[in-house]
């Protein structure tokens, strides 16, 4: 889950924070991502207070976050956005809070981030992490050259209780004649897009996702073992928004995720290195 503000990538830093395709985020979350930037071009097409986008797509992902086992998931995606403000996804509700020349900065009131033991045999034994509210805030600078600087918080109101701050870059390269993050939809014809991001986390949410406890250890025969604060993973993401004309449009995007720290040295940790890749195809209107 994101923030988003107007400005094409606003807030929705290609690094993903939380929700990275190789993270503890479900398929359906990276795709109402990957649908909030598809819908972008097909503004091009409908300019009005209102804009709705429906999406299905594809994902193949990790069982959790440090898993060596894939799988393949299909996910819908929704939004709805008014006067390219205020947006209702899958994500939940998102705002522009502030916005001046290139720089924004946007909220969001989500759900989720947690983390089920049925996700993979390797998880019995540890207990689920319950889902919950999510307060998100974002910010984006646009540095030009199709170039943006973009820093995320999110804080997890149940759950793991925890905060996780996110720092990245990210690019989106039209192939038409438009350019620049800024750029008219109706300029934009194919787009190429990639970030570069940062993650950390503090000491509730490691110990959560990636510590055994006493009681842990003694269920699932893992060693026990505590996860401090600190970095947590870095993230590369590259992709690309392809429109298919009459307000329809196909998103992709791949991602590898290395974690970091106490995250990767956890005993529930697999492999350090995870990979995902989801595809979506979107109608706006």
Known sequence: M???????????????SAATLASQASAQDIGQYVADQGQYIAEAEHQSDWEFSLGAGVG?????????????????????????????????????VYERDSF???????????????????????????DGTILALGAELDLGASVAATADVHK???????????????????????RGLRSSPSQIGMMLIGGLSVDWADDDYNQSFFGVSSTQSASSGLRQYTAE????????????????????????????????????????????NNYGAVLLVGYSF
Request: proline share 4%; charged share 15%; aromatic share 10%.
């Open 60 to 96: 193949y992902v990790p069982e959790y976050q440090g898993s060596d086992k894939y799988e393949a998931v299909a996910f819908p995606t929704f939004e709805i956005t008014w006067r390219d403000a205020i947006t209702f996804s899958g994500e939940g509700l998102s705002a522009t």
């Open 229 to 272: 604060s600190g970095l947590n993973s870095v993230n590369a993401e590259v992709g690309f928004i392809k429109p298919l004309g009459g307000n329809w449009g196909l998103t992709g995007m791949v991602q590898y995720s290395q974690l970091l720290g106490d995250a990767a040295d956890s005993p529930i940790v697999k492999s350090k």
């Open 156 to 178: 997890f109101m149940d759950g793991s209780k925890g905060t996780v701050v996110s720092l990245g870059v990210q690019s989106a390269i039209p192939l038409g004649a438009g």
């Open 104 to 130: 924004s900065f946007s909220a969001t009131l989500g759900y989720g981030g947690g983390r089920e033991e049925s996700d993979s045999d390797y998880l019995n034994g540890l207990g689920d992490i319950e």
């Open 2 to 16: 994101k923030p988003r503000s107007h400005s094409l990538w606003a807030a929705t830093a290609f690094g993903l």
